[in-house]
């Protein structure tokens, strides 16, 4: 089934985002930031943490699991090492807060180690990565996912114990990441299985188990019902990369894990490890080092049915200079939604009709 889309402007989408976060509770500067990431996750061609999340968003604020206003709180600071609970705050302005501190430290000390618990959906990893990167910092993150029913089924089982708990590794060039790998380590995210149902298309074969474990290629039952798990990727190295996540990401921060109990909306904690390169010595060094690796990929004969050589990061790029220019495709659906619940919460219709 074909979906109508609609070609959206990017500051359209952050603007609707901004004016529906203010209702909620949100102050300016955290609407302005929350709303900057999911169009960032558009934009890159991640609709899956866009703007599409944000009818979960008001559902979950209106019962208490986000928290609007809420402030980055310190827990442990100790040299290179940064400890901070995020109190169920929108996720995406706890990890920048975190992020930003942790890139002081290593600016300063040359490398810190970043605790992040209890963070609301902090959305697209590689965001934090960005920012990172456009001051020279590599970073490279481990994530948990918690307070959902468990939609990963790791290696060799048939049912949920983890959630998604998405990975990310970035290293700088001129200007942001060389290189940005961010991804979860299930076969595919959850919220593109939400994605595949709201096309009405089934998820790729081999991703996704019903219930009972058996395969199936139906997200049905999985996005409504909370019921089944997605696979991990890559046997037994990917499911292993999604409990090294819930072990860095959860454990070692104090965060919610997977196995206790749940109240229906996501909490990520996350690790994260920033790195001033430029105290390994040259950027420009490892810029050209960088570039001689992408080179020789690049020019390795290509396997059959592969039209052309990628390296992580470079999707996104294209993306990004894509739909800066043409504008975002929404499902007219999804467009619709979101201006319905912001009339539903107070935004007044001539702030809408502005939006074009
Ligand atoms: N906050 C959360 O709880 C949470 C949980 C899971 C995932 N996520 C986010 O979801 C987003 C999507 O994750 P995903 O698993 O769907 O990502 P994905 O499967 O699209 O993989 C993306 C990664 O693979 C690279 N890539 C894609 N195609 C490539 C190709 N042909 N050649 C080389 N490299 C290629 C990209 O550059 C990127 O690094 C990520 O931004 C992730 O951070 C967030």
């Known amino acids: ?18 004016l529906l976060l203010q209702r909620l509770g949100s102050p300016p500067e955290e609407a302005r930031v929350v709303a900057h990431h999911l169009v960032r996750a558009n934009l890159t061609g991640h609709d899956s943490h866009g703007i599409g999340v944000l009818p979960a968003y008001v559902a979950q604020v209106e019962q208490g699991l986000i928290v609007p206003g809420q402030q980055l709180r310190l827990v442990a600071d100790a040299d290179a090492l940064l400890q901070f ?40 990893v590689g965001g934090y990565a960005e920012i990172a990167a456009a001051e020279g910092m590599a970073f490279i993150a481990f994530v948990n996912v918690a307070d959902i029913p468990c939609n990963q089924a790791p290696f060799g089982t048939s049912e949920g114990r983890l959630g998604t708990n998405p990975f990310c590794a970035a290293m700088p060039g001129e200007a942001g990441p060389a290189l940005l790998l961010d991804f979860a380590t299930t076969l595919i995210a959850f919220n593109k299985a939400r994605i595949a149902l709201e096309a009405g298309r089934p998820v790729p074969e081999g991703a996704l188990l019903d219930a009972a474990g058996n395969p199936t290629t139906d997200p049905t039952e999985l996005v409504v019902h909370k019921r089944g798990a997605l696979r991990s990727f890559g046997l037994h190295k990917g499911s292993g990369m999604a409990v090294m996540c819930e072990a860095f990401g959860a454990v070692l921060t104090g965060g919610q894990r997977a196995d206790e109990p749940e109240h229906g909306a996501v909490s990520n904690s996350m690790l994260a490890v920033l790195i001033d390169t430029g105290r390994f010595g040259s950027r420009a060094a490892h810029i050209r080092g960088l570039g001689a690796v992408a080179d020789s990929i690049h020019e390795a004969r290509p396997a059959p049915g592969v039209a052309e050589i ?41 702030e809408l009709s502005r939006l074009g």
């Open 1 to 18: 089934m074909a979906q109508d889309l609609r070609r959206i402007d990017a500051g359209a989408a952050r603007a609707l985002a901004m």
């Open 85 to 124: 609970d995020g109190g169920r705050g929108f996720g995406q302005v706890m990890a920048e807060r975190a992020t930003r501190a942790a890139m002081a430290r290593a600016a300063r000390l040359g490398a810190s180690v970043m605790g992040l618990r209890n963070a609301g959906h902090i959305g697209r």
């Open 310 to 350: 990628l390296l992580p990061g470079e999707p996104e790029r294209r993306a990004e200079a894509e739909r800066s220019a043409a504008g975002i495709p929404v499902p007219v659906t999804t467009w619709d939604r979101l201006l319905t619940l912001a009339r539903e919460q107070g935004v007044a219709p001539a």
